[in-house]
């Protein structure tokens, strides 16, 4: 079992920034996989970053040379930073992780989402 806990989020400036944090917590084997996904009004949650545990990420191209993903194994915790916010970001951004369980198998975790506003 693991529990994602996401912080960071809330109003900022249109061309501000805002570094989102998820600290992922629990009794598992491993992570595979960390995230951010995010959700607007009236759309479907779409893919903002991933970055594997050996490091490679994906980005969405929206948020492309804007927004960087980055993790501390360590803490295990995902950073998502978000410079250049414009009017189409805000939404509920959510942390996901891929983990391996203690005796195997994959499960999929979401964090309970963090508003993110951006005022024009």
């Known amino acids: 079992q693991a529990q994602l806990v996401e912080s960071g989020g809330g109003l900022v400036q249109a061309g501000g920034s805002l570094r989102l944090s998820c600290a992922a917590s629990?009794?598992?084997?491993?992570?595979?996989?960390m995230g951010w996904y995010r959700q607007a009004p009236r759309k479907q949650r779409e893919l903002v970053a991933t970055?594997?545990?050996?490091?490679?990420?994906t980005n969405s191209d929206s948020v492309k040379g804007r927004f960087s993903i980055s993790v501390d194994n360590a803490k295990k915790t995902v950073y998502l930073q978000m410079n250049g916010l414009k009017p189409e970001d805000p939404a509920v951004y959510y942390c996901?992780?891929?983990?391996?369980?203690?005796?195997?198998?994959?499960?999929?975790?979401w964090g309970q989402g963090t508003q993110v506003t951006v005022a024009s």
């Open positions: 996901y992780a891929q983990i391996t369980g203690t005796y195997g198998g994959r499960f999929d975790y």
């Open positions: 629990g009794t598992f084997f491993s992570i595979n996989a």
């Open positions: 970055i594997t545990s050996g490091g490679s990420i």
